[in-house]
């Protein structure tokens, strides 16, 4: 299974500039404290059922009964062939997501631990001049 | 820190959540799924309300053809609803058995249903034969083609309903009465006790009021 990890956090927005009010307060990335994501498995039974059922309307739109037949039955079997499949999700490790965090990290360059000398202090707005 | 912003329902220096422990997907009791199987069946009763008021613009439509009262057989449909009726109260005992975890008895129930539902659609068949040998076919008129769509839809839906009750019995006989297959249940039964309102339509709407017209 490809493991694709998006985000590892749900993001919590203060501010219409989220970016830049998470700079101003010093927002650090996680290093720990990951945890499993649950995640559904892919299939293609969705888009296949849709190929059927657009083939059994063409069919009984012209009269085609014998196309209407086999595509009707097409989607009744593949329906009971899916409902055979128990096993619809997984879960992505701890460990994995820790890893392609720190991956991505690595790639945006991020300190893990930002110089406290740098961070702003209070909420105002002040930000310590870029290139300190 | 005091928040001033009335939706900041987190801490101000929270900027992420951490994921749940892997929760239940789709499985439990306050499961998603039944909420979706309720909107499909409301657009299901979307399409018997589209036919009911296709067949109540029609159903005096007979283009010099024959009458509800010249071609209905009420004693077929009075038993055929005794049948259907009787389905649903099966069904009930089997979600009984359900719950107190008897596969075997309930794999007997569904099996009982499933004969009960094969009798109404064979009559149903029965009926729309002995009409098409008498020439009241669904091209005859206006009547009789709203009849044929409504009626034989809703026919369909059981047939669809039989054939979903045969794969739940080899489903439950081959991995038990699980969560998955509860819910699985669960939502058959919704299905089939829908059908059998939508027969309480057809059966007053088009037998009795056709007859009384």
């Given at each position: 299974v490809g493991d694709h990890v998006a985000a590892a956090f749900t993001p919590v927005v203060h501010d219409l500039d989220a970016w830049y009010d998470m700079?101003?307060?010093?927002?650090?990335?996680?290093?720990?404290?990951?945890?499993?994501?649950?995640?559904?498995?892919?299939?293609?039974?969705?888009i296949i059922q849709s190929g059927l059922a657009a083939a059994l309307g063409f069919a009984m739109v012209w009269y085609m009964w014998w196309l209407a037949a086999l595509a009707f039955v097409a989607l009744v079997a593949v329906t009971v062939w899916h409902?055979?499949?128990?096993?619809?999700?997984?879960?992505?490790?701890?460990?994995?997501?820790?890893?392609?965090?720190?991956?991505?990290?690595s790639y945006l360059n991020i300190n893990y631990a930002p110089d406290p000398a740098l961070l702003p202090t209070g909420k105002s707005g002040a930000v310590a001049p870029a290139g300190a | 820190m005091a928040t001033i912003a009335p939706e900041a329902a987190y801490d101000r220096d929270t900027f992420h959540l951490v994921e749940k422990d892997a929760h239940d997907h789709g499985t439990g009791h306050a499961s998603p799924v039944l909420l979706g199987f309720w909107i499909y069946l409301m657009s299901d009763a979307l399409i018997f309300a589209?036919?009911?008021?296709?067949?109540?613009?029609?159903?005096?439509?007979?283009?010099?053809g024959p009458t509800p009262r010249d071609i209905f057989e009420?004693?077929?449909?009075?038993?055929?609803?005794?049948?259907?009726?009787?389905?649903?109260?099966?069904?009930?005992?089997?979600m009984l058995a359900m719950e107190k975890g008897r596969t075997r008895s309930v794999q007997l129930w569904l099996a009982i249903t499933a004969l009960l539902g094969i009798s109404f659609v064979s009559i149903e068949l029965y009926e729309f034969g002995v009409l098409i040998a008498e020439g009241?076919?669904?091209?005859?008129?206006?009547?009789?083609?709203g009849f044929f769509t409504l009626v034989a839809t809703h026919g369909l839906h059981v047939t669809v309903g039989i054939i979903w009750i045969g794969i739940m019995m080899l489903q439950v006989g081959r991995y038990g009465l699980n969560i998955v297959n509860k819910r699985r249940l669960m939502c058959l039964s919704m299905f089939w006790h829908f059908l059998d309102v939508v027969w309480i339509g057809v059966?007053?709407?088009?037998y009795l009021m056709g007859m009384v017209r």
């Open positions: 700079k101003s307060r010093g927002y650090a990335h996680p290093k720990e404290g990951f945890r499993a994501i649950h995640m559904p498995r892919n299939t293609g039974t969705a409902s055979f499949d128990y096993y619809r999700d997984y879960d992505i490790p701890a460990d994995e997501v820790a890893r392609v965090e720190r991956e991505k990290l | 589209a036919l009911f008021a296709t067949y109540g613009v029609l159903s005096t439509s007979f283009a010099g009420l004693e077929l449909v009075a038993l055929n609803t005794a049948i259907l009726l009787v389905s649903s109260i099966t069904y009930g005992f089997a009241a076919t669904p091209q005859r008129s206006g009547f009789l083609s059966f007053t709407f088009v």
